[in-house]
């Protein structure tokens, strides 16, 4: 099973949620959902793959601090693609605000969820 993770940003203060959006025009964290995948109804069945190892190494790539990426427990999806199935992790970026800075360095935008492109 592979994954992909979104990763989001609610403001503290306003509720504000933006969504960050990498370099290949997706919210999905560093690849895309290939064009031919289908949503499966409801949640995961066999979720193979533990998001807190998942996060753990979106961290390190992106340079964030342990322990910033919370998982979104009660968001457990997959889409289905021919010879597989791609688990779907959504992580709150948990930061006051939202890294800014970071986000540029890696190429990579906060969006608004009218914004929201997969």
Same mark, same amino acid.
């Given at each position: 099973?592979?994954?992909?993770?979104?990763?989001?940003?609610?403001?503290?203060?306003?509720?504000?949620?933006?969504?960050?959006?990498?370099?290949?025009?997706?919210?999905?964290?560093?690849?895309?959902?290939?064009?031919?995948?289908? +949503?499966?109804?409801? %949640? =995961?069945?066999? !979720?193979?793959?533990? #998001?807190?190892?998942? /996060?753990?190494?979106?961290?390190?790539?992106?340079?964030?601090?342990?322990?910033?990426?919370?998982?979104?427990?009660?968001?457990?999806?997959?889409?289905?693609?021919?010879?597989?199935? +791609?688990?779907?992790? %959504? =992580?709150?970026? !948990?930061?006051?605000? #939202?890294?800014?800075? /970071?986000?540029?360095?890696?190429?990579?935008?906060?969006?608004?969820?009218?914004?929201?492109?997969?």
């Amino acid at each position: 099973m592979d994954y992909r993770v979104i990763l989001y940003h609610k403001q503290a203060t306003s509720a504000r949620t933006r969504f960050l959006k990498f370099s290949h025009d997706s919210v999905c964290a560093f690849k895309t959902i290939p064009k031919l995948a289908q +949503i499966t109804d409801g %949640l =995961a069945v066999d !979720t193979v793959i533990h #998001p807190a190892a998942v /996060l753990k190494r979106v961290e390190e790539k992106l340079g964030l601090e342990a322990g910033i990426l919370k998982v979104e427990a009660d968001y457990q999806h997959s889409v289905e693609v021919p010879g597989e199935s +791609i688990q779907i992790i %959504l =992580a709150n970026i !948990t930061t006051m605000d #939202p890294p800014f800075e /970071l986000a540029e360095e890696v190429g990579a935008q906060f969006i608004c969820r009218s914004q929201y492109l997969i």
